[in-house]
């Protein structure tokens, strides 16, 4: 899914270290929209922290990383002619990751996001190295990064280490949809590998840019999935006749959470001017069941965590997070600034309130398929008994959603010694960052199931409509998928209607027709739900 207009930075450059990063700008840069370069500035600030690390060096004083060993060596003083080859030890020793690579957008985002940390000056990184990783990011040559073996505390280590031995030669990189060997890629473009400097090793992998990478692709596919919510549901509501008196703002005032208020009003601009909702604006039913009702509180309650998300995540990936960080060769500090913690935590609750998003999806597909709203089948056919109709789409949704319920729990919960015990309480932070991904990918399948079953309960209210912004989201679905009115195969449209959540495709055509209409679809808390 890309970002659509509405949330891209609208800048063609962004300067790395000297300009404020967010998820949307990080998108933009690896999908070629944002050119990002080093200014003038940023690169006298670089070279003045690699010449400090030289200086320490020469003067023989013992700093962590820079001339004794790591972890539990600490204490061992490294001689000066073996800082360098220090450094290109700690990568090859340290690229231990297992499992299949992770996504190749995810490990250019790693790239991106640590050149902007490294490019603060507080690392001691030589200019031709970040010059080395601009030109892999600027030419798509993404190393190969295994998806298991960071703890998320010394930084992500292993997967750190995997990104970045190309720089001196090892290590395998995409390369135009191939894996290639680095020093096959690298003679193919007339360069040799980089020499590490003291320190230089150390800067590259102390960080979290493992799980801030898979946080911004979080962030923007949880996004996805919140707007989506608020369609689905919208039109589950239109199909069941829910009421929309629950979606009221001065209900919603009297417990005036942004994300509440916020999915309130959304939801009514959907319905504006629905035939559908007011054709039973007087019955007699007195409340919906929660799933209907309560969707302002619960789609609110995980929009509350996604932002939430948003504003830890961006304080993250503007932050250094090596280890020890030098401000100039007198003064260096050995401190945590890598331990992943305070984004491991907020990515286990954007995690349980992305499969909230799911679990009630899930409710109001099988609340669809009761038979209790007037007009609509059991099971959502007419003819059921020799057809099963819709029954089996919520077996699936159910299984979805009980997988998410188990990947729930908080990997920051957990903590297993390492190093010796001298890392003795780690993050997990990578482990519940890749878990929050899954579920989310999960929820969209749910999202996409549902509108497959809302738009079949639209269907038995014809000939009345919804207002224009959902009838154009409705007729685009019919114009992908038909209504069924016997047993059919159905994976294949169900495949459709998820790639319709999947990629956004729903949420533009809603703020197309609304600004070609001269409707509402934003709300006064746009800003800050709408944007990252």
């Known amino acids: 899914m890309r970002l659509c207009e509405k949330t891209r930075n609208p800048m063609k450059t962004f300067q790395y270290a000297q300009q404020h990063l967010t998820a949307s700008i990080a998108l933009g840069i690896a999908n070629g929209n944002i050119k990002g370069i080093l200014s003038s500035e940023t690169r006298e600030k670089v070279k003045a922290s690699a010449t400090a690390v030289e200086k320490i ?18 204490t061992t003083l490294i001689s000066p002619d073996q800082t360098r080859k220090l450094q290109e030890n700690l990568l090859k020793s340290h690229a231990v990751g297992v499992g299949e690579p992770i996504p190749v957008e995810i490990s250019k985002l790693m790239l ?9 000056g507080f690392s001691g990184i030589q200019e031709q190295t970040l010059d080395r990783i601009l030109w892999h990011i600027e030419n798509d040559i993404i190393p190969v990064v295994p998806k298991q ?9 292993a997967p750190l280490s995997h990104l970045f031995l190309p720089l001196i030669g090892l290590g395998k990189v995409h390369v135009n949809g191939k894996i290639l060997p680095t020093a096959e890629v690298l003679q193919e473009h007339h360069l040799s590998p980089i020499h590490l400097g003291p320190k230089e090793g150390l800067g590259l992998i102390n960080g979290t840019q493992f799980i801030a990478a898979f946080g911004v692709k979080v962030l923007e596919r949880f996004y996805n999935i919140l707007a989506h919510a608020d369609i689905t549901g919208a039109m589950m509501l239109e199909g069941l006749l829910g009421s929309i008196k629950p979606f009221s703002s001065e209900l919603h005032q009297l417990r005036p959470y942004a994300g509440n208020q916020h999915v ?16 039973h604006a007087t019955c007699a039913r007195v409340q919906d069941p929660y799933s209907l009702r309560c969707m302002p509180q619960v789609h609110g309650a995980s929009r509350n965590a996604w932002l939430h998300l948003k504003h ?4 993250e990936i503007n932050s250094v997070t090596d280890n020890p960080v030098v401000f100039d060769e007198t003064h260096t500090i050995s401190g945590g600034n890598f331990h992943g913690q305070p984004i491991a935590m907020p990515l286990d609750y954007a995690c349980l309130a992305a499969s909230e998003i799911g679990n009630i999806s899930d409710r109001r597909i099988y609340l669809s398929l009761e038979g209790d709203t007037p007009g609509v089948p059991k099971l ?4 059921t008994g020799l057809n099963s109709g819709f029954m089996i789409p919520q077996y699936t949704t159910a299984a979805l959603a009980s997988e998410n319920k188990g990947l729930c729990f908080p990997s920051s919960a957990d903590s297993i010694p390492t190093s010796l015990g001298q890392e003795d309480h780690v993050s997990m932070g990578s482990i519940g960052a890749r878990k929050a991904l899954q579920v989310i990918e999960n929820v969209e ?3 996409g199931v549902e509108l497959f079953c809302a738009a079949q309960a639209v269907d038995f209210h014809a000939p009345l409509k919804s207002g224009k912004i959902m009838t154009a989201l409705y007729e685009h679905f019919r114009t992908k998928i038909k209504h069924v009115t016997e047993d059919q195969i159905m994976y ?14 729903l949420l533009i055509l809603a703020r197309e027709v609304a600004e070609k209409e001269g409707l509402e679809l934003e709300t006064q808390w746009s800003g800050d739900f709408d944007r990252f």
């Open 57 to 74: 060096v020469a003067k023989g004083q013992p700093v962590y990383g820079i001339n004794t060993g790591f972890g539990p060596l600490c």
């Open 112 to 120: 991106i996001l640590k050149l902007h940390a490294l490019a603060k």
């Open 149 to 157: 073996g960071s703890v998320g505390a010394s930084g992500d280590l």
């Open 264 to 279: 309130a009003q959304s939801i009514l601009n959907l319905l504006y001017e629905s035939e559908i909702v007011h054709s």
């Open 312 to 315: 830890m995540l961006e304080t």
């Open 380 to 383: 959502l056919l007419k003819e």
């Open 445 to 447: 399948k749910i999202l």
């Open 492 to 505: 294949e449209d169900m495949e459709i209607a998820i790639e319709m959540i999947r990629s956004g495709k």
